[in-house]
């Protein structure tokens, strides 16, 4: 098990590190991984929209390249009362890379959560098994 608060304590410290240079939509995410290693991300927007990256893939690219390959858990934060729901975009990512067992802990800015299961987020899904 893992402390659900502490997984978004670091996603709000990780929201302050975010660069939403546009939209001014302040995005933090907290991944941890089965080490116990808790990898940060928040959104860095681009002049060209289309290229900003948002604060979920942030983490987990991090944590890919330091050579993590299991996780427990995200925790993803906004500055908005309801729970920040991860994009479409993020969601197939976290499930390629994190597998869809991975707990996902949507937080508003209270700090209060909703917890969901990927595979609750992301029902019937494309994936890896289709390529084989
Ligand atoms: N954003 C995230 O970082 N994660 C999400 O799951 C939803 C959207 C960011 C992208 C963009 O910088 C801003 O929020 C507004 O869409």
Redesign the pocket.
């Known amino acids: 098990m893992y402390n659900i608060n502490e997984l978004v304590k670091k996603a709000i410290e990780a929201k302050s590190k975010a660069l ?1 240079k546009y ?1 001014n ?1 302040y ?1 933090g995410a907290a991944l941890l991984s089965e080490k116990d290693k808790v990898y940060l991300g928040g ?1 860095i ?1 681009n002049s060209s929209y289309g290229l ?1 990256i ?3 893939r942030t983490a987990v690219f991090q944590a890919i390249l330091e050579g993590e390959r299991k996780f427990k858990a995200i925790a ?1 934060v906004g500055d908005i009362d309801e729970f920040l729901p ?2 479409g975009a ?1 969601r197939q990512v976290l499930a390629d890379l994190c597998g869809k067992d991975l707990d996902v802990i949507m937080a508003n800015k209270k700090g209060e959560t909703k917890i969901l299961k990927l595979s609750e987020l992301l029902p019937y899904s494309f994936g890896e098994e289709f390529l084989k």
Do not use: D, K, R
Request: hydrophobic residues 30%; charged residues 15%.
């Open positions: 939403p939209s939509f995005v959104n927007e900003t948002c604060a979920e993803v991860p994009c993020c």
